[in-house]
């Protein structure tokens, strides 16, 4: 059964994704779904893996959480040595089966299936342009457009017509492309998005593993060799593995967020190690805003590193103060008379034991409307807690990211409009403080340039094309 | 979930389809939905239905019968004031749901949607071409040039844009197409497949319906009013019903079958009663081919008519002697100690009380394979009875169908390379004996003149631009 | 998942049902699938089949048609050489799955599974009485009372425990049941409901079925045997077949409905072929209601054999003037701004080419509420017939069934309140004629002693212990 | 659907379960849903909730998790002021719908539905006396027995069946019974499992909730008055709460194991904090087995309060080492050339960046079969850690549970066979110690007198009156 509406615009501007690639390992499909299912957090709306047996590729999507889009069968159907996969997550307009990836198509010189993560900023006027030339597309997602100009490029070669068309559009894109005899790695020039590139030994052959983040790695087994370049185009075939570099240079921009929420705690992510940087983020914290308590807890289980990198500087103890309830649904269904804190506590249980008569020091990672934390803190405080100080380990989201991050609209964003002095007293803590910018980077070891830190400061590194409805784009100062 | 192979090339030239569109009434999908209903027997594989509120084109398709596919609600969402039909089979490799439909586009000039009766025989030429342009195919169904032909026309209007693909395309089409604020609908110039025109009232005023038969129009208290006249363009929008004739004429090929076998007996068909021609065939075939009997009987439900016919002329008894079991599936599971005449049996039941020790004609409509045809002989013949005679309302099938209807290719169809004698003794028949196509034509009280009788002839009245794989078409003699 | 009413009493007065049980064949689970399949008119809400591998009770059931219930793999799971199975139809209120049969029970001698035709006239006092004594009722069909009073019995052997409960259960059954070891069959002292035993070949052993219809046995391939007489009750076992005949005599009450519309037309029914029983009772409706007229056509498809009986007696043309839908889902969305005659004409449509101008006889074989009736005749005049004829194959329809067959309540049947001539001028009929109770027994070439006709008499040959709820029947006279 | 097994015995042994009653508040079934979901953890295959409206007992039943079992709409149609619930986890051959509960059963004094957690000693015996009265087992749960006790009961009362059911049966159980007007609490004298009992207010009114955890209490906004005592067993009807002690005083028996893994950390259990004693036992177990070492990680969730307090007492520091995948399946596809620690990794996966040339204490709360640590052992020191010393903040679980904890039998147990020595060099750790006994007990400031440690020591405290299957109990001490 299909859904669906035809008179849909663009919609993929809020989303993420995980994204795999496995070449010359004759259970391809196998290892991308092991991939998709280690980049579950990427994405839980959908997911999607398509093989090549050498004449045909062969796909299967779903929506819904990788464990129960595949089974076995499924699995043994995806055919061939390489494969591609997916997964997704993006704001509820545009959960369509017809939007998951991999996206597949037919054009002259055979098929190709794309799987993307990133987002363009110039996909409308490219369509736009492409439907005045006849194209008809099928999804509402700003992927397809390359697609589309793949299949209108007159080069000779397909990874020449690939970078005819990545010549065309600008943004984020981490991208994995599978035909029939080869599969295609490419990332933009700013390398917004994270890429790495791994190996894995069968039977005494080499095969090739290109993903988001290096957990996926190393469930399946692979070695990790480096990060797709920023700009690189990689190409495995027949012959092997042949790197691109066809794009001018720009400035690098990658996404601070990984190290700060998104990505998992165990990956290394631009080559440093993302727990390492959370409780680093924590450590350089309990510096810029100590406090006197009894004790550190962290919201679980996003807060955990932080939180022990601040109570190890602060030297307080460590509690886990608040219980995450692990068999936590999409829904919950509430007595219409309703229960105190219970949006925050089907998630997570308040000990009074451990925070009655305390003076608590709570770490998170973000704030990003406040009602969450609000909440949070009320139920700490109705343990008996004396005193509720929150701090944050990154500094204040104040705006909405275009490269891929689902984060809220500008409006939306609790920071951009309030103080923090504001946002403390809004959320009743006795005191809250944020990571500093700088403190950040002083965690990570390195100076700001090369990230993209556009959701903390509203400095974009690229201009979009053309603006998403309801952006608030034009208030910020922008980067070329 | 979605189960896709993106190597398949087209695969539609083997099926059969009902269509409706319901212009200028508050109900559209809903008559849409049971006019499908009503024409269920041209296609139980899937159905889909999109309606236009205005604004939005809105699209529920899905796998199975019409009555399982949708429900009140899912009729209730598709709003607005006009709609479009499509139910289908087709052969087994190409049941997937990317195939069904109505199919959508977005174009420059807005949405179409699309529901087609009938196979376009330049489809792969035209497919290359687009291809070589930039264009990217979704589905491995025929229509899908028709969309992208629309797509790249450089006409103003839509109906021109329509003119101009369909000036390029040559074969079998009955078409009715969707946008936001018209419908129109389309016949080929040979006029191959059906498509007629009733009007419905409400409130006072004029809707229109367009569809393949019109016992679909009874259904919907539809007034029938005309078929759309081969050749003819009808655009449906605020300003009423406009008519184009832009094509050159052809010669007539409406297609014979639908009276001998596919359209529903109280259809009124090419302007005769198909439940009137069938008995008339059988009545024909009575004078052509008496035998001494006890009985006749029809294999149900389709032979009913014919045998009725030939009991009537021949002033034998008419017995139910197969009766029907009406609750059968898809499937049977069958013992691994298989059982007697097992394939026939789970449909139909001899009547041992009628049957034994009689001289039975037993009257069908059409000889395939004849295994079927031979276990219903053997199977009446199990019963007692002293002779069974076979006759058929049409003459032999020796020739595959390239314009809509789902015959099998000539190696499966008996007739294409056995002789009446060599069929009657494979199928152990007493005797056997076709109706002559100068009977048929009898029957019908007209001369052959303007119908396409491919299937009995091997005459085909339009040449194949390209040869589907597998055919044989170049054995037969064909016309342009 | 299931949902559940624990405060339901006995519902199960009104329901149809079909049984099969098979001993000694080594795919008995697939046979009775197979008789299931064939006997799906006797009832389309559930059915499930139970098996036994020699130690254990293994079943399978469902809400639906056989062919969806099953498939190959739970088939196959269904090992063993005897197996029973059950399909059923009963009104609303009782569509639960902890309904369907086989009911199962574990007691202190081993497993039982029972399959039920027919209704109990006591069970409501029975079960009174045994939750008195401490037994938990699990649904609430009359059936399971029987089993309660196997577990309860002190009897020694299975076979005497079954024998003991069954003498103090009054009204209609035909029964099988299947332990570990062994398979029985029994009927009631009257014969209510059909049970016939046949005899199937199996690598040169003689296996045993036992099925409400003769049907059920031509499709696997079985041999008709005779009928499990009345009171009748056997055992099959390893040491054979063994007959039991325990309880007094009662007067046969077989059931006259059988003939008239419930069984399959290629059944033998008591003994008589069921199609040739009701072409006789349309050949005597035509020597009993002559009317001057030009065709007779059938309300298909249970009144083609009587309308084929009345056209031949009658000399007059016989015509499928009414086509049937033969894709009539349970559900049809009619919108809002409804369609003239809607509730038929989704099933039937009045052929205008055949009936336009002429005077109309149409046969059908009962009237209940009326409602139809009126619409279809409506329908039929709607075409330009000229006069509406309406015969009727059977008597009024005036009492309810309390043994077995889905009838309406009294206050339902239009013919418990209304004259033939009421009935005529409420449909709208030219003129009506019922079949003369007499002309019924004619038609069968018996006297009317040995059946049950209850339904057109008033007249039960078994009284009701307790009385279901909104039941008149105190208002009939009753026989014991 | 269902799928069924007649012949199956009593299979209830292992299992585990969490229940749930609220008696007294306008949405009750809605409350017992979230307290189902607060206490998944105590059984993922299965669930159900029975309310009453009054009049009726209203159940919907399950398998799976509590989120996809219900929604708003069913638990809207669960209407009624009092409502039990019951989620269940048990090993695979049981896991089938007819076994899930609450049980319900209607027997002369009306319905009664029931939710037990615990196992019954003696119920094969009761069940063989039961079925040769007469009963009929509808499931092969041993709570069904009581159930039959109940309605084969002499006494007046509902309250006085249930006692005089609850003096026959010996065992580990706490129960919740709910009728048409009022809910009945009970614990076994011994009191093995653990009942909470709690206020909740509504409007004014005190309602009751009865539950397993207090976790249950937390989320629902109930305030936490006391354990329902052992032996205790509590009316609430229209006249308030009224209690009963009806049996002679047992010694206490409280299971250990609940403190050890199975309860959510944030519970009071038996009055003590969960988190809090996990900690001691992680304190306790670093004062018993220190050694020299670097870092301090826990096998995440269930490892990290006894890792916190070994960190502690050690003043070691305390890293989450290995990351656990938070979207793990039920299945997971591994290729069939196999990944290294596969089977552990889908779920955890080490951090080399941490654990790379360090000395690790890893802090566990149980070994089962030894098979999982080892895997977990091999992969932290495949990262390149110099030492992996494990370390059990529990004692040796040598013998399985009789009382309602789904441990394995003696035979799966590694530790009922071998050394701590051997078992070390099993899981090829450098060292490995557990928690003592006296330890546990130190940790949590008790004597040993009051708990059941069966699954540490082997002595049960009360004797099995018929054995299950395969078990092996009696190769240890019992005591009675």
Redesign the interface.
């Known amino acids: ?7 849909a615009v663009f919609d993929g501007f809020h989303e993420e994704c995980g994204v795999v690639g496995v070449y010359g ?3 391809a499909a ?2 991308a ?2 991939a998709l ?2 980049l ?2 990427r994405g ?1 709306e959908s997911a999607g893996i ?1 093989s090549s047996n050498g ?9 819904g ?8 069968k ?2 043994r159907r995806l055919k061939g040595p390489s494969a591609i996969g997916h997964n997704r997550y993006s704001t509820a307009g545009s959960t369509m ?1 017809k939007n ?1 990836q991999p996206l ?5 010189l055979g ?1 190709v ?1 794309i799987a993307h993560n990133g987002n363009l900023v110039n996909a409308e006027e490219l369509r ?1 342009r492409l ?8 999804s509402t997602v700003d992927t397809e457009v390359i ?2 100009l793949i ?3 007159q080069a000779g070669q397909p990874v020449d017509r690939i970078i005819d068309a990545l010549s065309q559009v600008r943004g984020a894109y981490s991208l994995v492309f599978l035909s ?1 005899d080869h599969m295609i790695a490419a990332r933009d020039p700013y390398g917004f998005r994270p890429l790495v590139l791994g190996r894995i030994k ?2 005494g052959k080499t095969g090739y593993v290109v993903t988001s983040e290096t ?1 996926a790695l ?4 692979a070695q990790y060799e480096r990060e797709v370049q920023a700009g690189e185009i990689i190409l495995f075939d027949a012959h092997g593995m042949t790197c691109y570099n066809p794009f001018p240079r720009a400035p690098s921009a990658r996404c601070i967020f990984e190290h700060v929420y998104f990505a ?3 990956s ?1 992510m631009f080559g440093q ?1 993302v ?2 940087a959370r409780k680093s983020f924590g450590r350089q914290l309990a510096r810029e805003a100590p406090v006197e308590a009894d004790v550190v807890i962290p919201v679980p ?1 996003s807060g ?2 932080a939180a ?1 990198g601040y109570a ?1 500087e602060a030297r307080l ?4 103060g608040l ?15 309703s ?2 804190h219970f949006g925050v ?2 998630k997570l ?1 308040a ?1 009074a ?2 925070l009655c008569g305390k003076r608590v020091i709570v770490v998170d990672d973000s704030i990003v409307r406040g009602t969450t934390c609000r909440k949070i803190v009320k139920m700490i405080r109705a343990t008996g807690a004396r005193e509720v100080h929150l701090r944050i380990s990154a500094p204040p989201t104040i705006a909405p990211c275009f490269y891929g991050v689902d984060t809220p609209t500008r409006r939306e964003l609790i920071a951009s409009s309030h103080s923090v002095e504001e946002i403390s007293r809004y959320v009743t803590a006795d005191s809250l403080a944020y990571l500093s910018e700088e403190g950040m980077y002083a965690g990570l070891q390195v100076n700001g340039n090369g990230f993209c830190d556009a959701c903390f400061t509203g400095r974009y590194p690229l201009a979009l094309g053309s603006r998403p409805k309801g952006s608030q784009l034009s208030l910020f100062g922008e980067q070329g």
């Open positions: 059964m299909v859904h669906d509406t035809a008179g390992h004759p259970e196998n290892l779904y092991l299912y280690s579950q957090h839980q398509t004449q045909t590729l062969l796909t299967h999507k779903g929506m959480l990788v464990a129960d889009i595949f089974d076995e499924l699995i089966l998951t597949l198509a037919k054009y002259t098929s299936a736009v439907e005045a030339g006849g194209s008809i597309f099928q697609l589309h299949a209108a490029s029939e069968h039977a957990c190393d469930l399946i087994g998992r705690p165990d290394t190690n727990y390492h289980d955990v590193p022990l190890e103890p460590f509690e886990m219980i995450r309830n692990h068999y936590v649904g999409r829904t919950f269904i509430e007595p219409q008379s229960i105190r506590k089907v249980n000990q034991d451990i």
